[in-house]
Each structure stands twice: as C-alpha cells, then as structure tokens.
C-alpha cells in the first residue's frame, strides 16, 4: 500500500510528518521520528509523539514501515543528453566515445533534446534526489544546442538545481568571442526565478585539456566579478599531465576539432596547479571525477577544501577504474556523488552509485557513503546550512522511503539501505515542504 502522502500536493503552511525511522543526518536516526514543517522550512525534528503533545491542533501524518531521509543530492548530471542513452564508450575508449558524443548530439532535433531533459528530470526525482548539479553546454552560435524552456522545466521540477554553464575551446583566437558567449548566457539566465531562489547558476571549464588559457582566465574574472561557482571536470583522463600531445589519444581529440595540440604544450605537469594559476580554485570550486589523482593533488583539495564529485558507474564504463576512493577519504578530501550523463551510465540513480562505492570499497562505513551523498553533496553545491540534513531552520527538502525489509530498529540502517534500496521504493520526494514526485506504482 503506498505511504498517504498526497497532502502534500497542497501542504498546509504547518504540518507535521512522521515515520517509523527518521534519519536526521548520516549519525542521527529517530525511531517513530517526525518533522514540524512550517512556512517550507523544518522548524523541529523529535519523536512524533513529543510533536503531536506539543502541537496538538497542526495537520498530522505519520507514515508507518517508512523512513524519512534528507533527499539526496547529485552533485554532477549532464540532463541534457539524456535522450542519448550510453554510447559504445566501453568498448571503443574514451575519445572514440566523446567524439561521437559530440557528432550524435548535434543531431538531435530541439524537439528530442527538450524530451530527453523532462526524461531526465523526472529519473532524478524518482530516486529520491532533491538537489542537483547539472553541467549547461551551448553550441556556436549558441543556441544551436539549446534545451527550449530548460529553465522554465527546471523551476516546474521543484528541483533545487546548481546550472553550471559550461565554457570550451582550446583555440586561442576565440577565446574572446567564448568568453563573451558565456557571460551573456549568465546574464540571460541567472535571475531570480522565485523568493526561494531554488534556481542558482555558475560556470564551468570542460576540462584543462580543452580550455586555452585566455579562455579560462576570462572564466576566472567573471566568475569573481559575479561570485559564481566553479566546476570542471578534473583528471578523468591520462592525457591530462605532462605533455598531452604525445599522446595518441589526445592528438586524436584534438583533430577531430581542428585543434593544435601543441597549444598544450607550456601547461605544468598537473592540472591542479594550471587551475590555480588561473585562479581557478577557490573554496566555490567543484572538481568532477579525479581519477587520475596523485597524493600531492589529494593533499592540495584537502588542504584547500574543494570538494570532488565521484561518478563511480560512469567511470568503469567509459574508464574501467575508479579514483582513488580510499585515500580520499583518508586524507579529508571534500567528496559529493554525481551520476553524470545517461550517455555513460544506465541510470540516474543516486542509490545505484551509492552501491557501487560500497561494493567496490566495503572498508568505508555505509554511514559514511550516505554522508557523502547527502550533506556532502550540499555542501560541494554551496547548499551547507540549507540541505543534506534534516535539521531546524534548514529547508524541508526529505524523500519518504519505503524500503524491502523491516524498519523498526535502526541496527545496520545504513547499510541495509544501500544494499537494497532501489528507485521503486521511493514513495515520494519533497522540497520546500511540497511533494514533487508520488510514486503510484508500487514495487
């Protein structure tokens, strides 16, 4: 029977909602917990009981063999291809994948582009997921690759989304017209869409390897000059270091786009430290993947504290390998969880992710994985103080779980979790208090 939750199409301004479990944050779990919601916000987490004594008059639900979790936060998705579905990326390697990437997306009608995104966000709500990171490309001119109504469905999804606009060229004689693309794409998009600003918007590198130093320095200026946070896509490849134009791969890439390699040539050794010399990392950086990375790089993002992203099931398919999960843990890297596109993975599912970690790396605690997926995904996002916990004053963003085993103890809660937990066992997903997404059909 599906948990009745459809009160919250139409919240009233206070309610209170509880379960037989509450899991207020990766250490905090309520057995038969409940939240007072008032005005979209999570004004008390305590016993359902205490509540209702407490607020005896409020509308009241309580939601038996369920768990109320903080919603989980993607911290990298490309929503925009996913109307591709996965590319022979496993079988044909990294740039042969990317350079039909790029051939097959410029393909796609406005039409098919506008439905793969509506896809996209729904697979994202339907697994429980309340806030997003999502990379923005635009083609030249820019609006040969547009999403028609991309913020207009963003805002009807509830989702709390971070947009990231993407900046890519290695050419240096048009860094000038990209960079002037991309602040007018800033300007276009980045009003507010309502008083809760669940819409926000920042930049992105591609990647090093793409971005020719003029390029990424007009990145860096108007990103201080409109305090926008930063993402790029960091150390997925081998070709990112020393002298890429060596490298096969890497020539191969660049033919393909009728670029020099030898434009590459005066880069340092590591990406991290071109990254600073353009000033480029700061405490707003989000670093995406990281496979590639050596023990002075992981000290550089712990000590700096710039959070990573891992998209561990995209990563085996294109990759066939994993960063170094262990040691980032170990030595305080910032760590969120994205799923990146369904153009390298077969799901949206943070869950799905989630398992793959742990089924890859059983030594880290289930508690920790959770963590990661949920406050440490707000903060990489700069959502700290707002989502990833169920705690008062933070906005009332939860997913009601009902999962295949018992939940009346909090024993291996976690871990049972991200064992069996599955998108179908998501009854509903909830931000600023109002339901988003009801699952009608149950497992």
Known sequence: ???????????????????????????????????????????????????RTEHSSSFYRFLPDSIILPGLVNAHAHIELSSLGPLNGSQNGFVPWLIDLVRRRALLPPGARSAGFRMGLNSILASGTTSIG???????????????????YLARSGLRTLTL??????????????AAALDNRIQENARPVSPFRRLRFGVSIHAPYSVSDDLAS???????????PIAAHLLETPFERNVPRRRPAFREYCAAFGWDPAWLDDRPSSPIEWLDRHHLLTPNTLAIHGIHLNQREMTALARRR????????????????????????????????????????????????????????????????????????AAALGLAGRVGVLHAGYCADFTVLRPPFRVDTE????????????DAHVQGVVTDGRLRFQRTIQP
């Open 1 to 51: 029977m599906p948990a009745d939750i459809s009160f919250l199409r139409k919240p009233p301004p206070v309610y209170l909602i509880g379960a037989s479990l509450v899991i207020q944050d990766a250490r905090t779990i309520i057995p038969s917990g409940g939240l007072l919601v008032r005005d979209r916000i999570v004004e008390k987490v305590c016993t359902f009981k205490a509540l």
């Open 134 to 152: 999502d990379i923005a490309s635009f083609g030249f001119p820019a609006e040969s690759l547009d999403i028609p109504a991309r913020r207009s």
């Open 165 to 178: 606009i993407e900046a890519l060229g290695l050419d240096p004689s048009q860094a000038r017209d990209r």
């Open 218 to 228: 007009s990145v860096a200026r108007l990103a201080r000059r409109r305090s926008l």
């Open 306 to 377: 710039i959070s990573l992203v891992l998209c561990p099931r995209s990563n085996l398919y294109l990759h066939d390998r994993l960063p170094p999960v262990r040691e980032l843990v170990g030595r305080g890297v910032p760590l969120a969880i994205g799923t990146d596109s369904l153009a390298s993975n077969f799901s949206l599912s943070l869950w799905d992710e989630i398992r793959a970690l742990h089924e890859r790396f059983p030594e880290i605690p289930p508690s920790r994985l959770f963590e990661i997926a949920t406050a440490g995904g």
């Open 411 to 422: 024993r291996r809660l976690f871990y049972n979790l991200i064992r069996s937990a599955q």
